[in-house]
């Protein structure tokens, strides 16, 4: 059974708790429990499918982002920072590097994908143990679910070759930006801030940058839906969708929190990654804290 990246509680979140209000309601712990399944740790191999059409440039902000995680000649606050909080869950670290890029340009399953089609281009690579198949789909493609109630999903599967997990994320440019792409255009619901400037330049491709890496990180601890997580199982909190809208201290509803900004673009950013990058990620739940954790 996938597990969905949902925007729907931010959403609801969104029109109805202001900053003030919200001090009032009395926080509840957050404690993603371990159900004592598998967890993925070493070293993981991260296979892309591009299904539809992805600039160069596009391509290489996603790839970098992915060597980021584990790269060490990054200034602070660095995109590896933020991924090491995923060593304090149990079994140690987990390095990931990419491996096979497939190009699906030709759009051979169409326009309007359906999950089962999902798991099809996700098994366009082998599934294994030690592999994340990552399904990336272009602006023009239309997934079910998508900007209703997801803007991304992980799962698992069995094939021939093994068991392994999946993603899925979509540009959301042309389609539902206020939900899969905040902070960088207006939210769909709610008080409407001015957004904040991509840091990559691209709304639809720093959004994805969001989506991955909240998935990334809810897949290695929680691969088989017997991992980390709170709640049902069918729609659980994992370690960031539990953190869903914070990227900086200070943050609410509505407020991404204190992020760092670019003198010259004017761009915001919380991390910096390999070959000059920056990105936005979001916060992620820390073990030791029992609290959503942001770099700034």
């Given amino acids: 059974m996938a597990s969905n990246y949902y925007l729907a509680t931010l959403a609801f979140l969104f029109c109805f708790i202001s900053p003030s209000l919200s001090a009032l309601v009395q ?66 670290s987990s390095s990931l590097t990419v491996g096979h890029q497939i190009l699906h340009e030709e759009l051979t399953l169409g326009k309007i994908l359906k999950s089962q089609h999902l798991v099809a281009l996700a098994s366009k690579t082998h599934f294994t143990l030690n592999s994340i198949n990552v399904v990336l789909t272009a602006k023009d493609v239309a997934v079910d679910g998508f900007c209703m109630n997801r803007c991304g999903t ?31 255009h207006q939210p769909l619901y709610g008080p409407q801030t001015p957004p904040l400037v991509a840091p990559n330049g691209d709304v639809g491709v720093d959004g994805m940058i969001i989506n991955l890496a909240t998935l990334l990180a809810n897949t290695v601890t929680n691969p088989f839906n017997s991992g980390y997580f709170q709640g049902p199982p069918t729609a659980p909190l994992e370690a960031v969708s539990a953190c869903t809208g914070i990227f900086g201290s200070g943050s609410y509803p509505g407020y991404p929190g204190r992020v760092l900004v670019d003198k010259v673009t004017g761009a915001s950013y919380n991390a910096y990654g390999v070959n000059g990058r920056k990105y936005m990620l979001p916060a992620m739940w820390d073990p030791k804290s029992s609290a959503c954790k942001t770099l700034l």
């Fill in 27 to 92: 926080e509840q712990p957050l404690v993603l429990k371990y159900h004592n399944g598998i967890l993925l740790k070493g070293n993981i191999t991260v296979n892309l499918i591009w299904y539809g059409e992805f600039t160069p440039i596009q391509r290489s902000i996603i790839v970098d982002f992915i060597n980021s995680l584990n790269s060490k000649g990054a200034p602070l606050p660095a995109t590896s920072s933020w991924w090491k909080t995923t060593e304090m869950y149990r079994g140690g």
């Fill in 154 to 184: 992980h799962g698992s599967t069995k094939s021939g070759s093994g068991r392994g997990t999946y993603i899925w994320v979509g540009n959301s440019d042309l389609q539902c930006p206020g939900q899969c792409a905040w902070p960088f």
